[in-house]
């Protein structure tokens, strides 16, 4: 079965660059989120998208701003990137009925030098 | 302050014993609770959920039980198997179902020897 997919895998930029995180959900599937893992912590919710709307917003910093397309894949834009910026981005997918499951994604490993 | 707690930060179980992760949370508002497994660079993989309108729910291998009055939580995996061994975090939401956002626990490595 399809899942969802993330690119890139892995990604390292440095101090004060941009960075552009790619989300392909689960076909079918209209709701995207965006947790943040950073090491040795648990996924912290950043933000998510119904229907191309922002839905929820959480833990998300001001440098950072996110979309959901008109195919519904979703894309995190980050600026001025921060050494504290570096940890795994998580993607998950949803179909909104029933118990909107999360399908998670296998992450994006950013690295800020 | 965090609103979803895993107290074991480990737990080594023997195969074919039962393995119990335990979570607790301090938010009256979360009404759907959930249990990913997660294998290393790969994203959490759900496990199964149970909504606050129940005490318990069963799958397979797997039952987790809710205590409400207590908010707390907890995972059996019986029989466990190697396969198992992996991080297990507990989430919760809000909402009645698992659509709104998640708040994850600080995760349980579960490790079953052979």
């Known amino acids: 079965a399809a899942g969802v997919i993330q690119s890139p895998r892995h990604l390292i930029k440095e101090k004060r660059e941009t960075a552009t995180l790619k989300c392909y959900p689960i076909?079918?599937?209209?709701?995207v989120y965006w947790y943040q893992q950073g090491p040795g912590q648990d996924p912290q919710f950043l933000i998510s998208?119904?229907?191309?709307?922002?839905?929820d917003k959480g833990s998300i910093p001001d440098r950072f701003s996110a979309q959901q397309f008109s195919d519904y894949h979703s894309e995190l834009n980050m600026s001025s990137l921060e050494l504290g910026d570096s940890a795994l981005y998580f993607c998950?997918?949803?179909?909104?009925?029933?118990?909107?499951?999360?399908?998670f994604g296998p992450g994006t490993r950013l690295t800020v030098l | 302050d965090q609103q979803v707690k895993q107290n074991s930060p480990s737990l080594s179980v023997q195969e074919g014993r039962i393995s119990i992760l335990n979570c607790d949370y301090t938010?009256?508002?979360?009404?759907?609770f959930l249990w990913y497994k997660k294998y290393p660079a790969e994203g959490p993989t759900f496990l199964i959920s149970i909504s606050s309108i129940k005490d318990k729910n069963e799958d397979g291998r797997f039952t987790v039980f809710l205590n409400k009055s207590a908010k707390h939580l907890s995972l059996h995996i019986v029989p466990s198997q190697p396969g198992d061994s992996a991080v297990y975090f507990c989430a919760a939401s809000d909402g009645g179902n698992a659509g709104n956002m998640l708040t994850f626990g600080g995760g349980t490595r579960l490790m079953v020897k052979p």
């Open positions: 938010n009256s508002m979360f009404d759907y």
């Open positions: 076909p079918r599937h209209d709701t």
């Open positions: 998208f119904y229907e191309k709307m922002q839905s």
């Open positions: 998950a997918s949803s179909r909104r009925g029933g118990s909107n499951e999360q399908f």
